[in-house]
């Protein structure tokens, strides 16, 4: 199997072929939709073989194995929970920077919206006044030159 993991400009963050079993992590640093795809080896129409993918998704502080942390750092269980209370608020600042740029953002879409609105609204009002004195104009010509004025 082929796994390969784009970020949202389109980008490669990560590229593997796994034989029978595999597991991968990876970390990107850019927010928004990214894409997972997954593509089998077979190359025949009528493989018998069966292909089976368990996909285990853990993403923010759910990504950290502390136990191995602790193990690995020989923390006692304050400083484990401590570092999980750090990564706990790690994650809401990156989540309140991510909401912020999404305001900033749909602000920008919305005054340019706006702003669209209101020309097409000048341009209707104009095309419409044009139009009234086009046909005053008009009028006037045609009763003047059937003598009726």
Not at 103 to 116: A, D, L, Y
Request: aromatic fraction near 8%; glycine fraction near 4%; charged fraction near 25%.
């Amino acid at each position: 199997m082929h796994v390969e993991l784009l970020d949202p400009t389109g980008s490669l963050v990560m590229s593997r072929a796994y034989a029978d079993r595999g597991r991968f992590s990876a970390t990107s640093h850019s927010a928004g939709e990214h894409s997972l795809c997954l593509h089998s080896n077979s190359t025949g129409w009528f493989n018998t073989g069966q292909l089976r993918v368990h996909l285990d998704l853990r993403l923010g502080e759910h990504a950290q194995d502390y136990e191995a942390i602790a193990a690995k750092e020989k923390l006692n269980d304050l400083e484990l929970r401590l570092r999980q209370l750090l990564d706990q608020v790690d994650q809401v600042s990156k989540e309140q920077s991510y909401q912020r740029l999404r305001e900033t953002v749909f602000r920008i879409i919305s005054e340019q919206t706006n702003s669209r609105v209101l020309w097409w609204s000048v341009l209707q009002t104009v095309v419409l006044l044009a139009t009234g004195f086009w046909q005053v104009r008009h009028l006037k010509s045609f009763f003047q030159a059937k003598k009726l004025v």
